[in-house]
Nanobody
Framework: QVQLVESGGGLVQPGGSLRLSCAAS????????MGWFRQAPGKQRELVAA???????TYADFVKGRFTISRDNAKNTVYLQMNSLKPEDTAVYYC???????????WGQGTQVTVSS
């Protein structure tokens, strides 16, 4: 049974930093990509950053230069370092692991990030 456990969310002031982690267990398939998405109240879930099996990285325009995605394959963990946080970054952040088969698409439970003074 695949489980993705996220941690690292919380309340931070504008300009601050947070580091999100997502540890996976029960992975029995080849991972195509690992990524972070977010969903703010009243908005659709959107891609924040993703890293492919081959190491290619994609960032949403709104986080370029501020957020960094990384992974530790040995630990089956993906990270999101978030710097220079803005109030508009407030959302629930979800990690996502995708395999090469469509059915292998798993989500974490989400972690709240609130940026406020």
């Amino acid at each position: 049974q695949v489980q993705l456990v996220e941690s690292g969310g919380g309340l931070v002031q504008p300009g601050g930093s947070l580091r999100l982690s997502c540890a996976a267990s029960g992975i029995s398939f080849s991972i195509k990509s690992m990524g972070w998405f977010r969903q703010a109240p009243g908005k659709q879930r959107e891609l924040v950053a993703a890293i492919s099996n081959g190491g290619s990285i994609t960032y949403a325009d709104f986080v370029k230069g501020r957020f960094t995605i990384s992974r530790d394959n040995a630990k089956n963990t993906v990270y999101l370092q978030m710097n220079s946080l803005k109030p508009e970054d407030t959302a629930v952040y979800y990690c996502n692991y995708k395999g090469y088969l469509t059915l292998n698409d798993y989500w974490g439970q989400g972690t709240q990030v609130t940026v406020s003074s």
